[in-house]
């Protein structure tokens, strides 16, 4: 059985499991740690993931970050300043980030029982060199009653609890709940 199909069923046991309702936002998050080379065959089982959500009588609800910069940058009136100019776009990534979390609270109040809801956020990768994760997940959550899915391409050190996107940075520690194909919580 192949990484990516043991990581759903990893996640599918997770899920059935029920859910306290008085938990901090940080105890709402849980990790699917991956390798980033698996990252289109993840994409491709992500219907999976939903209906593992479903069979635990949870709402599934995707959020992709990969083109949200992209999408960003091309409403900008300055936009070609900043290609001619790429050292200023430092400056204006708070911005970025505020417009991203602005977005994501959008969708998700508009999702009905949402105590109930699992909401996958997926194409963490694309923060790589803009945004940290771990800001913009701790400014997400709060946002989610029910859990908060990230998708991670990377790894998960058990013994320091720490996470490592794409294996490069320093990595931080988190109390998220981490579901690996190898280790499940």
């Not at 043991?6 to 991956?34: G, H, N």
Request: aromatic content about 14%; glycine content about 4%.
């Amino acid at each position: 059985m192949g990484r990516i199909k043991k990581l759903i069923e990893a996640y599918a046991t997770y899920m059935k499991i029920p859910w306290r309702q008085d938990v901090a936002p940080s105890q709402r998050i849980i990790f699917c740690i991956y390798d980033a080379e698996e990252e289109l065959r993840l994409r491709r089982h992500l219907g999976e993931f939903d209906l593992a959500t479903r069979a635990a009588k949870h709402v599934w609800h995707p959020f992709d970050l990969t083109d949200t910069f992209a999408q960003w940058m091309g409403r900008s009136r300055y936009v070609e300043k900043y290609y001619q100019n790429p050292q200023f776009l430092d400056n204006i990534l708070n911005y970025y980030e505020e417009a991203l979390v602005q977005k994501f609270i959008d969708e998700v109040q508009q999702i009905p029982d949402m105590a109930n809801a699992v909401v996958s956020l997926m194409g963490v990768g694309s923060l790589f060199g803009l945004l940290k994760v771990k800001d913009v997940v701790e400014k997400c959550v709060p946002h989610v009653p029910g859990r908060l899915v990230v998708f991670f391409p990377g790894s998960f050190e058990a013994k320091s609890n720490n996470y490592r996107l794409f294996d490069s940075y320093d990595g931080w520690n988190y109390l998220a709940v981490p579901i690996t194909a190898e280790k499940t919580f």
